[in-house]
T-cell receptor, first 113, second 113 residues
Framework: DTGVSQDPRHKITKRGQNVTFRCDPI?????LYWYRQTLGQGPEFLTY????????KSRLLSDRFSAERPKGSFSTLEIQRTEQGDSAMYLC???????????FGPGTRLTVT | QQQVKQSPQSLIVQKGGISIINCAYE??????FPWYQQFPGKGPALLIA?????SEKKEGRFTISFNKSAKQFSLHIMDSQPGDSATYFC????????????FGTGTQLKVEL
C-alpha cells in the first residue's frame, strides 16, 4: 500500500501529557499537510510543509503544537500539555507541489481524558 | 469565519434515487472545488473535483454542477447505493493559498434499501 500512513491510529492520554503523531506521505509527494477534524465538522487546516520547510501555520496551531518534517519525508506533530479541547482526529495529507490533489491518511484519533 | 456553507446536514435517500448536496461560498478567489467522501474511522477520500472554468463534470454516477455567478456548487449522486452511505464534504482551494483546503461542515448520507 503506497498511500499516506499515520501512526498511531488511536491515542488516549491524560490532560497535561505530551503526545506525538507521525505521518508518512506518498513517497513522491513533496507537500505534506496537517488538518484537525472534530466530531461532526469538516477538517480544518493546521499547517503544511514543502519538503522540509514549514510554509504556513494556521491560527489554530497554538504554541503547544509543533510540527516538523526534518528530512522532507515523514512528519511529526507534537502537542504539549494536552487539553480536553485537543480531542479530535488529526489528519495528514500529501500532494505534489502546485495545484494537485491532496490524498489523506486514515488519521490519528486523540482522546484527552 | 465560515467561508463555505454546506447543506443539508443529513440526507436519507432510497436506493436508486438521486442524492443532492449543495455548497455555497463567499470569496471569489477560489480556483478548485473538490468533493471528499469519508467513511467512519477513515480519512477523507477524493471523489470528484471541478475547476471554475467549467459548469459541470461527470464521473460515473457522480456529477458536480458549478454556478460561478451564484457562487454555488453541488454534488449529484445518481442511482444511489447503500455503499454510498458516508459523510460528504465539499472543499475549496484559495488561489495562491498554498494548496490548502477549506472544508464544508459535511453531509451525512444514508441510502436505504
Amino acid at each position: 500500500d503506497t498511500g499516506v500512513s499515520q501512526d498511531p491510529r488511536h491515542k488516549i492520554t491524560k490532560r497535561g501529557q505530551n503526545v506525538t503523531f507521525r505521518c508518512d506521505p506518498i513517497s513522491e509527494h513533496n507537500r505534506l499537510y496537517w488538518y484537525r477534524q472534530t466530531l461532526g465538522q469538516g477538517p480544518e487546516f493546521l499547517t503544511y510543509f514543502q519538503n522540509e520547510a514549514q510554509l504556513e501555520k494556521s491560527r489554530l496551531l497554538s504554541d503547544r503544537f509543533s510540527a516538523e518534517r526534518p528530512k522532507g519525508s515523514f512528519s511529526t506533530l507534537e502537542i504539549q500539555r494536552t487539553e480536553q479541547g485537543d480531542s479530535a482526529m488529526y489528519l495528514c495529507a500529501s500532494s505534489l507541489e502546485g495545484p494537485h490533489e491532496q490524498y489523506f491518511g486514515p488519521g490519528t484519533r486523540l482522546t484527552v481524558t | 469565519q465560515q467561508q463555505v456553507k454546506q447543506s443539508p446536514q443529513s440526507l436519507i435517500v432510497q436506493k436508486g434515487g438521486i442524492s443532492i448536496i449543495n455548497c455555497a461560498y463567499e470569496n471569489t478567489a477560489f480556483d478548485y472545488f473538490p468533493w471528499y467522501q469519508q467513511f467512519p474511522g477513515k480519512g477523507p477520500a477524493l471523489l470528484i473535483a471541478i475547476r471554475p472554468d467549467v459548469s459541470e463534470k461527470k464521473e460515473g454516477r457522480f456529477t458536480i454542477s458549478f454556478n460561478k455567478s451564484a457562487k454555488q456548487f453541488s454534488l449529484h449522486i445518481m442511482d444511489s447505493q447503500p455503499g454510498d452511505s458516508a459523510t460528504y464534504f465539499c472543499a475549496l482551494r484559495l488561489t495562491g493559498g498554498g494548496n490548502k483546503l477549506t472544508f464544508g461542515t459535511g453531509t451525512q448520507l444514508k441510502v436505504e434499501l
